[in-house]
């Protein structure tokens, strides 16, 4: 079975430029998120796709972030304009819900974003 | 809100000898509880889990016990190996498919 597959491995990218970050979940897994990682620290959730719908983006900071997840499988994740802040680890995952609720989540090997 | 607290590392030991990295966690309702570790420039790779009191999560001879009582789930290997070293991270969710949520990670360097 194929992984969580996440492009690209690298970006850098100079401040007020846009940026974007492909996922490919693993099959048959309709759930879908977007993790911040920054250094040092543990992953902080984005945005969480159930199929089509965003059921939570309340970390997603929307006057600059944006997500899509086109026929509930491939997503991208957009960043206008970069801030030098930004310069993280964006992580995608997926998982498959399960009747009593308890899921765990597989990762991609993630996104190094270096603003400059 | 849920949380999970990790000890702060880094932890450096030598090879074979025992690792204990604490893991406690506040939760809402019933979580399953989540070891996850990365290696360097990789991503995040499920190493073992729990979903009721007691259970006993086991995985590449490291072993966590889901303690209810003490709201712990610490992670335990009885001889470390250089290539264990990497960074690991205590996680739980809640049921109704809520997201995982993660401690700040501990950085762990094993030397031969």
């Known amino acids: 079975e194929a992984g969580v597959v996440q492009s690209p491995r690298y970006k850098i990218i100079e401040k007020k430029q846009p940026v974007a970050f492909w996922c490919n979940p693993i099959s048959g897994h309709n759930t879908l998120y977007w993790y911040l990682q920054n250094l040092g620290q543990g992953p902080e959730l984005l945005i969480r796709y159930e199929n089509e719908e965003a059921v939570d983006d309340s970390q997603l900071p929307k006057d600059r972030f944006s997500a899509e997840r086109l026929k509930g499988v491939d997503s991208t994740l957009k960043i206008q304009p970069a801030e030098l802040g930004d310069s993280a680890v964006y992580l995608c995952?997926?998982?498959?819900?399960?009747?009593?609720?308890?899921?765990?989540?597989?990762f991609g090997q993630g996104t190094r974003l270096t603003v400059v | 809100g849920d949380s999970v607290t990790q000890m702060e590392g880094p932890v450096t030991l030598s090879e074979e000898a025992c690792l204990t990295i604490?893991?406690?966690?506040?939760?809402?309702?019933?979580?399953?509880l989540f070891w996850y570790v990365q290696y360097p420039g990789e991503g995040l790779q499920l190493l073992l889990k729990?979903?009721?009191?007691?259970d006993k999560g086991s995985n590449k001879g490291f072993e966590a016990t889901y303690r209810k009582e003490t709201t712990s789930f610490h992670l335990e290997k009885g001889s470390v190996q250089v290539s264990d070293s990497a960074v690991y991270f205590c996680?739980?969710?809640?049921?109704?498919?809520?997201?995982?949520?993660f401690g700040k990670g501990t950085r762990l360097s094993v030397i031969a």
């Open positions: 996680a739980l969710s809640v049921p109704g498919n809520t997201p995982l949520v």
């Open positions: 995952a997926s998982s498959r819900s399960l009747q009593q609720g308890h899921t765990e989540a597989f």
């Open positions: 604490n893991c406690t966690y506040t939760a809402t309702g019933y979580p399953s």
């Open positions: 729990a979903t009721k009191a007691d």
